[in-house]
């Protein structure tokens, strides 16, 4: 397989190849997870430690599931009563971890950057479960799995982005995985959500919902992210759904075989109909889950053989 990385930080330094040996190898990790023996050893005799700065259901309990199926010895860090809280800063915390000597580290931050830092003071794989506005590789990674299992394809599709671009690290590590898998990419919402400057990574800009998706073959639709507004972005969440939030009229403007995707949490009736939520001929919400825990097996697996090759050349 060809995957040349020690840490997984972000999808921009993953070459075409890389991407196709994470996905492909998650494929066969959702076979085992479908089965009644879900255990593997690939980690086995490995600490894997999750130190999550920021509130997380499905991202921190997919990684936690998907290293204890791979035999980690596997550690939540409290960090709401960690020394941080202290005054201890992130530096010295990494460097106490270090200590311990683990082999993986998830690590999820308000800030941009602090995954990338943390990999440069440790000893182990650092995989990068969401860094401020930055990146969320393993979402993008998921997604792409997602795609690919229902489209058949991975290439040569229309995919719209919908909503808070903005602020969406989900949206920015995806149009860097899509574009590189020669994909064309649409991002749609208010002109305060979306700046135009996104037009010069390469994406199509579209202020009206229904343009946007005009032929679509996947509709991914992000989350308001108030957590990150320091403004008034919309006039009200009321307007916000009639003009943005997913519903049968838009929806009918994409692909007849379009389908729905959002990496939730979901705020219904805000940017999702809950009838299109829960509709499973068209939305891939639950695969979405899914394909979360195969691909993060996959990517920790990938990462811990290179870790294990570079420990024994040093030895």
Same mark, same amino acid.
């Given at each position: 397989m060809s995957f040349r990385q020690n840490h997984l930080l972000g999808i921009e330094p993953l070459a075409p190849d890389e991407i196709t040996a994470i996905l492909d190898l998650a494929d066969d990790? *959702?076979? /085992? #997870?479908? =089965?009644?023996?879900?255990?593997?050893?690939?980690?086995?005799? /490995?600490?894997?430690? #999750?130190?999550?700065?920021? #509130? =997380?259901?499905?991202?921190? =309990?997919?990684?936690?599931?998907?290293?204890?199926? /791979?035999?980690?010895? *596997?550690? #939540?860090?409290?960090?709401e009563a960690s020394s941080i809280k202290k005054g201890e800063t992130l530096i010295d915390t990494a460097l106490t971890i270090n200590a311990m000597h683990p082999d993986l580290l998830v690590v999820r931050h308000p800030h941009s950057g602090a995954a990338d830092l943390l990999s440069q003071k440790v000893n182990c794989a650092v995989l990068n479960a969401g860094d401020g506005r930055h990146e969320h590789p393993t979402q993008?990674?998921?997604?792409? /799995?997602?795609?690919? @299992? @229902?489209?058949?394809?991975?290439? @040569?599709?229309? *995919?719209?982005?919908?909503?808070?671009?903005?602020? =969406? @690290? *989900?949206?920015?590590?995806?149009?860097m995985l899509l574009h590189k898998m020669e994909n064309r990419v649409r991002l749609i919402g208010p002109p305060t959500l979306v700046p135009s400057a996104f037009g010069e990574l390469g994406c199509e800009v579209y202020e009206d919902m229904q343009e946007g998706l005009q032929g679509a073959d996947v509709v991914m639709m992000l989350r308001l992210q108030k957590e990150r507004m320091d403004g008034g972005f919309i006039p009200s969440e009321r307007e916000y759904y009639h003009r943005y939030g997913l519903d049968e009229a838009k929806l009918a403007c994409a692909a007849e075989d379009a389908i729905v995707m959002h990496p939730g949490p979901m705020n219904r009736g805000v940017e999702i109909d809950g009838t299109i939520a829960d509709d499973i001929n068209r939305s891939v919400i639950q695969d979405q889950v899914e394909m979360g825990v195969a691909v993060r097996m996959a990517a920790m697996e990938l990462l811990a053989r290179n870790l294990k090759a570079r420990r024994t050349e040093a030895a």
């Open positions: 990790y *959702v076979t /085992l #997870n479908r =089965s009644e023996a879900k255990d593997a050893d690939a980690l086995k005799g /490995l600490t894997q430690v #999750n130190m999550f700065f920021e #509130n =997380s259901t499905r991202t921190q =309990s997919s990684f936690e599931i998907a290293g204890k199926r /791979l035999g980690a010895h *596997v550690m #939540n860090m409290a960090m993008a990674l998921l997604d792409a /799995l997602t795609i690919r @299992r @229902r489209k058949g394809r991975l290439h @040569r599709l229309t *995919v719209a982005i919908c909503g808070d671009i903005a602020h =969406s @690290r *989900v949206a920015r590590s995806n149009m």
